[in-house]
């Protein structure tokens, strides 16, 4: 009887050994047979209960059922952690030859590609970029540059004033509004000829579409015996040209600065209508209007300001001109800004498509 349900038993085992498809049911099928609680262990407890006679002849069956369990589990674990291993092999195959994925790349902000190339147009004429400071004194901002005292700049609408002492003679301290404050600096500490072109942060205390609180400008000076309003003309004219297209034309329109004279606002042609003022429909220049796109301020140094930098103006003449750098971007980019304030919002979906 006991012979009978070993043979049973042995059968059952190596079915189940032979139907596991993973080491999962493998691990199983030896437990419910061989484990400690197992059905064959039970098996070999009870031949303690037999006959000398009976238990010698089915003790020796028994244990070979045991063996042989043993031996085909042993087996079957080698097959099954084989495919195992070779289904992760398949599973994380890594092909080499594969195009990897592209890690997002980045570019430089359009308003510091506008002050690259800026400063490599000027560079090709002669002029060195400076850096002038940013925070600046009352003197090279206004009073050097022939600023009267109540000239509507230097009250608190438009300027930043920080909170520190008045120096007795620079006087107070400001955040600068424009970059003619580095130009000051630079007649002031050199010697003719310069040519000098100063980019930096400019801050003015408004903001609304059309303007933020701080932004770029860049300021030039041409500073030599002989420098003539043509000389004005041609660095302008070269400008646009190099900038904005071959085909773009410069314009100077009198206005007034103060610390030239004389004083012009300094337009390009228009690149939509190419300075017609007509459009297709020989209706108005829809960009334009009229032919012509305002750009910057420019003109001749004012004697005083030459002066007030320890240049003699009958010996020396000089040229200035001086815009925003994301004016100029925005220009030349095409892109009709409707708020000029995403320049500075940081936000990947305007700053990706530059
Ligand atoms: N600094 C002036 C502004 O911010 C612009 C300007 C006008 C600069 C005439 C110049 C210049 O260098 O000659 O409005």
Redesign the pocket.
Known sequence: MVSEKLSALKDEMLKAVEAASSLADLEAAEIRFLGRKGELTAVLRSLGDLPESERRELGRMANEVKMEGERRIAAARERLSASAASSVADSERVDVTEPGTRPPEGHLHLVTHAIREITAIFERIGFVRTREPEVEWDWYAFESLNMPPDHPARDEWETFFMDAPVHPKWGKMILT????SG?ARILASEKPPIRAINIAK?YRRQIDVTHVPMFH?F???YVDKDVSLAHLIGVLDYFAKEYFGPERRARLRPHH?R??EP?FEFDISCGVCNGTGLGPDRQKCRTCKRGWLEL????M?HPNVLKAAGLDPKKFSGL????GVERSAVMKSGVQLDDLRVLYKNDMRFLGQF
């Open positions: 509004p424009h970059a003619t130009t400019t400008q300021d030039g000076v600065f610390f030239t004083s910057g301020g420019a003109g140094l200035a001109f001086g815009w």
